[in-house]
């Protein structure tokens, strides 16, 4: 099915062929429409015309007005202060729209046919390294993304750049060499604990031999040389540890309710045939100098506390490769391999200095240019309650599983105390908990801008009041609770009714849902689509205090058309809330 035009999109184009008709000097002038408080919408375009055509901006206005023809959308025009238009549309153009939303699967959603292809660089854990909590950042908001670009038509291409190349698996690997039955299991499957709880020894272990034992670190040492240089026996004991890590990687993304498919996982170890070529081509070209023995470019505007430049190193002095040339040779692959538009990176805001010129670099070497677009989705820091970095009461940085754990513990003790009432079974309880909890810590993260710190506080996440998921989903289960209720009675849309004013303001909402996953797709923001989410749930609230749906004294074309308000209002919940990477229970 075709979109749906909203009714912004429809009062829009009212208002402009009112200006060309009645201001044809204007030419093809914007009424620049938005939402209002006072009305249904605002029209601010006349005060620039009047601007442009030298003329008394409410004089203009009152023209404008007289030339709109008699119709079944705007109900009344006010023409208000200096010349703005305070507009309010009929209740039957707000329940027509809501109703040809309703005839379709994906609620009148524009579906770009034509849109482009973006590589989406998000949830990068460290291969033989626990995921804490700053990993969970990277991976909701990215997972969020995905979804919210694919179902606006972006062409969507997953990179999980994990680290797994570097100095430290020369000592990794030699130990196993020396100790080779460290990563054995004992026949079956291994578990994500089980993984990471071997891979955990081992690097004690190691590191413990490395600090006290000069011949072992010469070793190490030897074996980095070994595997950069693509000796089998070496690389066959590194994709060990890629192996048992992911074992681990896909155990918390299972947690984190995330799907993480092996073809997307790309870590800096896939870029490393093309390195030296990088680094070739920057040094020809002139982009990179010799600079101490190092390949480094240098910016006018990035200097150190002592006023000197600080280049991006491409290459060492010693002949290693910094992560700069990984990264750069990351883009070469997805703008010249992946034939991508748009390169969106999901990384930690203090990152932000490395990427500025890592992307200028790319700029000055032809790899990024106007048709292709680099991006970082920068994101804040994870805090405690105390305002500070999350840590255990240790000092230590908090384990991701351990996090995830405790919601999901938390939540389905919420869950429980209201089982009995609602007459859930000890299956739904336990499912509805993973749900609710997993669900609280990724609203948590994903209602706030991410570049901003947010606190991380599980008393608030699960509870059912304010900005939580719970309420959310809360708000979804009591829209199928009253679908199960009504019996016979189906949801059907009359526009010939008089909207109560609770009403109104429910089918208003709903008719943005279009508009605001546009904007948080085009400005990479998911934070816009939760706060909506979460004013459509309070607007639902209010509704239900002010509009009985089932009431035997409402006529049967009232009860049908509030099923309808409700019915669609648990549809885009539902959608919204699965664009957030979040589910919503039927019962709760």
């Not at 009112?18 to 601010?44: T, V």
């Not at 109560?500 to 948080?520: K, N």
Request: charged share 25%; net charge negative; glycine share 8%.
């Amino acid at each position: 099915m075709a979109s749906v035009p909203s009714l912004a999109s429809t009062v829009q184009q009212r208002l402009a062929d009112a200006l060309s008709a009645s201001l044809p000097e204007a030419g093809s002038a914007d009424p620049l429409l938005r939402r209002s408080d006072r009305a249904d919408f605002q029209a601010n375009g006349i005060l620039a015309l009047a601007k442009k055509l030298k003329g008394n901006p409410r004089e203009l206005a009152d023209k404008v007005v007289a030339a709109i023809p008699d119709n079944d959308v705007l109900k009344e025009i006010e023409v208000s202060g200096p010349g703005f238009l305070n507009i309010t549309v009929t209740d039957e153009a707000i329940v027509r729209t809501l109703a040809a939303r309703a005839a379709d699967d994906r609620l009148g959603v524009p579906h770009s046919a034509d849109a482009g292809t973006t590589v989406i660089d998000y949830a990068q854990p460290n291969v033989a390294k626990e995921m804490h909590v700053g990993h969970l950042r990277s991976a909701v908001i990215g997972a969020a993304m995905v979804e919210i670009l694919e179902f606006t038509g972006e062409r969507v291409i997953r990179r999980h750049h994990i680290g797994d190349w570097g100095t430290q698996f020369g000592m990794l690997i030699q130990y196993l060499i020396e100790h080779p039955h460290e990563l054995d299991h004992q026949g079956g499957e291994v578990s994500g604990e089980e993984a990471m709880s071997s891979l955990n020894r081992l690097y004690k272990a190691s590191r413990t031999v490395f600090d006290s034992d000069e011949e072992f670190k010469t070793r190490s040492r030897d074996r980095v040389v070994a595997l950069q240089s693509g000796d089998e026996e070496t690389l066959a004991l590194w994709q060990k540890f890629v192996d048992e890590s992911k074992i681990y990687f896909y155990s918390v993304f299972g947690k984190l309710d995330m799907e993480i498919n092996d073809p997307d996982v790309v870590g800096e170890s896939g870029y490393n045939d093309m390195l030296d070529e990088t680094c070739r081509l920057l040094e020809e070209s002139g982009v990179a100098v010799r600079s101490e023995g190092a390949l480094c470019v240098f910016f006018d505007d990035v200097k150190g506390p002592d006023g000197n430049p600080t280049p991006l190193i491409v290459k060492k002095s010693n002949g290693g490769y910094g992560y700069a040339a990984t990264d750069l040779s990351a883009i070469r692959d997805r703008v010249q391999n992946l034939a991508a538009d748009t390169l969106l990176y999901v990384v930690d805001a203090r990152q932000s200095l490395h990427f500025k010129m890592v992307f200028e670099t790319a700029r000055r070497a032809g790899w990024l240019n106007d048709k292709v677009d680099a991006v970082q989705l920068a994101f804040g820091t994870v805090l405690g309650k105390d305002g500070k970095p999350f840590k255990t009461r240790e000092g230590e940085t908090v384990r991701l599983v351990d996090l995830l754990d405790e919601a999901v513990d938390r939540a389905t003790s919420v869950v429980r105390e209201k089982a009995e009432k609602v007459g859930l079974s000890e299956a739904e309880i336990i499912e509805n908990g993973r749900q609710v909890g997993i669900g609280a810590v990724k609203y948590a993260d994903l209602s706030t801008s991410a570049v901003r710190d947010y606190k991380f506080d599980l008393d608030q996440m699960v509870s059912l009041n304010g900005d939580t998921s719970v309420y959310l989903q809360y708000a979804y289960a009591r829209i199928q609770s009253i679908k199960r209720k009504a019996g016979e009675a189906k949801p059907v849309a009359h526009p010939e009714l008089e909207l109560a004013p609770a009403e109104r303001a429910l089918g208003l909402h709903l008719d943005r849902f279009g508009e605001v996953l546009a904007e948080a797709a085009s400005s990479y923001e998911p934070h816009k689509l939760a706060a909506y989410l979460y004013q459509l749930a309070s607007h639902l609230t209010t509704f239900y205090d002010q509009c009985h749906v089932l009431s035997d004294d409402n006529p049967v074309e009232v009860v049908e058309n509030r099923l309808f308000l409700v019915d669609l209002t648990g549809r885009t919940l539902h959608q919204g809330m699965a664009l957030l990477g979040i589910r919503t229970p039927e019962r709760l």
